[in-house]
């Protein structure tokens, strides 16, 4: 079979499962349905797998096909085809997706299992993986713009999944509000695409585009920044990211599949797939290069100080995008995507560690709360230690290869890029110790209660449930699990997930190493050829050398975090006490939240009132109210000469008709 | 005989139907005086088409007849149904569809 058959049973197999467990839903036992989810993703990555394997078989210049199946929308000069393009970008793309979420799925089989939605758990996030690859395999931007808004729903969906949680259907619905203001862009890119090319096509547009636009016209950098206005809002990266942390209401797999993993990579995914246009619009590269530079400062630095683990994670999550963008924006294409795949790994991993060790707690989410669970949950910690260790790019790591690449290309491409550099090792150094911030503090120590009991009793610590945020008592009848979560230490599927993972997070950058293998640029630079920026490429000699940078950033940021939370635990207080200006400002994230909502949300509430109060009160109810007097006042003066005496109106039409007849034997001599 | 009599005479008995609905409060008086205006406009009507010598203006006042036939049928119906439910018989007391 070609590879497009294959790209098609990709994508059958998560939509069949997604319809059989929601249709099925009364007749299925909860354990056949987390199956069937499992399965028709595991399937979906076969089928990935033989796409590649298909794929390789071919000349690397030939490694593209599109197919369509039938036609979406044909009417006057437009002719949308429902079709899919498979090339090593897309094809790289569906393994990352359907391999990561086979793991995450079994690693919810086993997380959500005393949760009562088990059913709607797996449907939603069959029809997430579903919408995912639809958006990585779309051959055209309509189809494209479809999955896009697909996966806005699946994650507004998964966020809320917990539905009687107040904290979870606002977070449910910020997301929504602010994807859908990306694809708000990415809808008007779209639009100029069609008016400048005539197309929707993918081949089609990325042919024509060179020969119709200069480089840095401006119909070209507007598409462009539409474009990044779309991946931004799904990617997290400034001014759109406040959704993201928010969305960690969501169950942990969910924090661990959409919003670490995939969806939240489609920005970066989108750049890659539009570099095209991105290398005629160099402008528009460069804004969305310091974009990704800023978020991933930015978010770097509120990361040291979040104290809610999942939100760390987040915002460490929204700083490797960063890093993503960065990468594929100044034109380091395979070593974004690179970063892309290897990240996958570890946050995922992360999550799930950081899953069970909230399960463990009962829900609580705060570090503060949390010591020596080292002691207490080894697997879990073990892990956790694993994806730790790849996020703050440890030589030999998968994070260590992948994020030097993006910073060696940089380097590479010289003059102001190697501000990437620069600033790029200095997050790296906050990376390191933000993460190592979290494990010293979970991890070793005196344990704490909940992780004393699971010492002594081998049993997990139940909590009466209430949400953490409000303190609003939890609802476990429509689905928010209690304290039941399982842990992965006594969860065999979950383990196998989540060691499958460590295994990714520690030897996934073995397959890339400078001057060594490649495997990940081989494969992937066919689809960049033909772009100016496809001919930088750093020497192997200074891409080491930015290893060894890496590395030596990467132990100092460790050790730093060694420093001041193992050896010197009074120091971070003592610093918080110093800087507490700083601290109050990085704690609150920045003011984000609270900018958006001064410059943002309230003009448009006050905007909304005054229409309410002038305008709708005055000049709508005017207009309505004003015909309604205009009419029943005319009645009323009509109404006096209704007398009721038919002598009178015999009188009126006579002296009428006689004057009318007056004014015409006068008008006529 | 010249046509200005036939006018005058059709304007005075005009002017007397019209005076008389003015005037009086009895509806059958009120048809009365109707009757009297339509045959106004008949003679003069005759009178034209005799003055023009063509038969239409005849033809018309024929049609006028029948209208005025129709009208006093529905007109003393109303009559005797409001004599029947005893209500007074003066257009001035039936005033109940005043606005």
Known sequence: MSATSWAWLVLLFPLLGSIAIALGFKA??????????????????????????????????????ASSLWDYASVAGLDIKLGIFVDPLSVFMVLIVTGVSTLIHLYSFGYMQSDQGYHRFFSYLNFFVFSMLLLVLAGNFVLLIVGWAFVGFASYALISYWYRRETATKAGMKAFVINVVGDIGLVLAAFLIFRELGTFEYSEVFEKAPQVFSVNEWTITAICLLLLVGAFAKSAQLPF?????????????????????????????????????????????DIAAFVGLATLLVAATIALVMTDLKRAIAYSTMSQIGYMVVGVSIGAYSAGMFHLMTHAFFKALLFMAAGSIIAAMANEQNIDKMSGFGKAMRFTSVTMLCGGLALAAFPGTSGFFSKDEILAYATARGGMYLIFTVLGYFGALLTAIYTFRLIFRVLPGKPCPEAQELIDSGHVHHAHPFNPATGEEEDTEVGFPGADHHIAEQSLPMRIAMGVLAFGALFAGLVQVPGVDEVVGKFLDPVFEGVVLSHVHPSVGAEWFGLAIGAAISLAGIGIAYFLYVARPETPAALQQRFSALHTFLYNKWYFDEAIDFLIVRPALAIGRFANRVFERFVVDGLVSGTEDVVSGGGRLVRVVQSGFVRSYALLLIVGFAGLALYFLLSSS | MNIE????????????????????????????????????????????????????????????????????????????????????LDVDELRELHG
């Open chain 1, 28 to 65: 299925l036992p909860a354990k056949a349905a987390g199956a069937i989810g499992t399965a028709a993703i595991g399937l979906a990555f076969l089928c990935g797998v033989a796409a590649l394997v298909s794929l390789l078989g071919e000349h690397p210049e030939a490694r593209h096909h």
């Open chain 2, 5 to 88: 009599w036939y006018i005058v005479l059709s304007s005075l008995l005009f002017a007397v139907g019209a005076m008389g609905i003015l005037v009086r409060r009895s509806p059958v008086v009120i048809l009365l005086c109707l009757e009297i205006m339509l045959n106004a406009g008949n003679l003069a009507l005759v009178a034209f088409s005799r003055m023009v010598g063509n038969q239409q203006g005849q033809v018309f006042a024929i049609v006028v007849m029948v209208v005025a036939a129709c009208e006093v049928v529905i007109g003393l119906g109303l009559i005797v149904a409001i004599f029947r439910r005893k209500l007074p």
């Open chain 1, 241 to 285: 990211h406040t959704w993201l942390p928010d969305a960690m209401e969501g169950p942990t797999p969910v924090s661990s599949l959409i919003h670490a993993a995939t969806m939240v990579t489609a920005g970066v995914y989108l750049i890659a797939r539009t570099h095209v246009l991105f290398a005629l619009a160099p402008t528009a590269a």
